[in-house]
């Protein structure tokens, strides 16, 4: 069966992906989860779309029961390694987040860093990952997930256009009072 793209992409990328610099921010992002978990440690973490495992490491670190999942096997060959030689036990698992196996078993799902949720090329194979993860969850529990921002690319250029505008000295507009990533007029 032919591999789909975002599983061809991920293939060989475990080593490359940690040292990408959108994964400098595991900290953080780690910081950021147990202040929304109010820094309970007997919650049962799911961490969808895994990767590398940088959240689910982090979190074990901290004391955290968590799972972590995949679809990619050389992400989580690369997770195993990194979980090794910190000398932690991490319960990784291959799955594909549309058909999960669990069923109301985590406190807490996790899925950051497009893990998953918006690489799939239809709306309803989004919903399906949405689908399983809520089912996987116990009644109550959180869902933390971050995904793409399609205008961002769009903001990034109407940013250049304007700074490029002003080099010139033509244009009549200095600055841009809409912003695009929040939707609203600013007193700019």
């Known amino acids: 069966m032919k591999k789909q793209w975002y599983e061809s992409l991920f293939e060989n990328y475990g080593r490359k ?3 990408e610099p959108y994964t400098h921010g ?3 992002e780690c910081d950021f989860i147990e202040k929304e978990l109010q ?3 007997s919650l049962k973490i799911l961490d969808v779309g895994c990767g590398t495992g940088r959240h689910t490491i982090e979190l074990t670190k901290r004391g955290y029961s968590v799972t972590g999942v995949d679809l990619s096997e050389s992400q989580l060959k690369r997770a195993k390694e990194k979980a090794e030689e910190a000398n932690l036990c991490i319960d990784f698992q291959c799955q594909d987040a549309r058909n999960l196996p669990f069923a109301g078993e985590f406190d807490v799902a996790i899925m950051l860093c497009e893990g998953g949720f918006p690489l799939m090329e239809t709306d309803e194979m989004n919903y399906e990952i949405l689908k399983n993860v ?4 116990k009644p109550q529990a959180k869902f933390i997930f971050t995904t793409m921002n399609g205008l961002f690319p769009l903001f990034q250029s109407v940013d250049e ?3 490029s505008a002003a080099e010139d000295d033509t244009s009549l507009c200095r600055n841009n009072a809409f912003d695009l990533m929040t939707f609203r007029m600013s007193d700019a």
């Open 17 to 19: 992906y940690d040292n």
């Open 39 to 41: 820094f309970d440690k």
């Open 134 to 137: 809520t089912k996987s969850l």
């Open 26 to 28: 595991t900290v953080g």
């Open 161 to 163: 256009f304007l700074a």
